[in-house]
């Protein structure tokens, strides 16, 4: 996460020196970015929408992609089924993980600004909002620990949730021993 926040601070670093034309154009696009409401993912239990909408969350989505963000994985131990959002509310996002399918006392990482993970595209993608998370499997953990260097992973038993600036960096986010570790993503 560190590398993510580092691009973040570069990139509303960059955006302070950009021409007015293109501030108006990341304005706009800010206005513009996809958030669909928790009921449209019919996969999530009716428990974890309810709470959802009674938080005020909205889901972020990636330019024009499918519909993402929200996933299912064993993120706390192997055998447990848990849900990890990404709940934007008034311009700022976070990953709410809701432990065993419990709307209960749900863990919030990886909080930042919507407008902060914009990026350009190609003149026909104009400017875009680029975070997305994955669950990520042991594999991927333990190749890009020995790509890129970083923390030592703990020994991995269960997923962690990969938090990627699209194409730019990214970092995993690892639960273990009651604490959640920020690993190595992507470079």
């Known amino acids: 996460m560190i590398r993510i926040f580092l691009l973040v601070a570069i ?16 304005d706009e696009a800010e206005r513009h970015i996809v958030r669909i409401p928790p009921k449209a993912f019919s996969e999530l239990p009716p428990d974890l929408v309810q709470e959802l909408d009674r938080r005020g969350c909205t889901i972020p989505q990636v330019g024009s992609r499918r519909r993402g963000n929200v996933i299912k994985g064993e993120f706390a131990r192997p055998g447990q089924t848990d849900w990890a959002v990404l709940c934007s509310i008034h311009g700022v996002s976070r990953i709410l993980v809701f ?49 890129y260097g970083g923390p030592k992973p703990p020994p991995i038993d269960h997923q962690g949730i990969n938090d990627a600036f699209v194409e730019k960096a990214s970092s995993v986010w690892y639960f273990y021993r009651g604490k959640w570790l920020t690993l190595t993503g992507s470079d």
């Open 11 to 26: 990139a509303v670093s960059a955006f302070a020196q950009l021409s007015p034309e293109y501030q108006r154009q990341f």
């Open 99 to 147: 432990w065993n399918g419990s709307e209960k006392n749900p863990a919030a990482i990886g909080r930042s600004e919507d407008r902060s993970l914009l990026q350009g595209g190609t003149p026909a993608e104009g400017i875009f909002y680029s975070r997305e998370v994955a669950p990520v499997g042991k594999s991927f953990i333990m190749e890009h620990y020995r790509a």
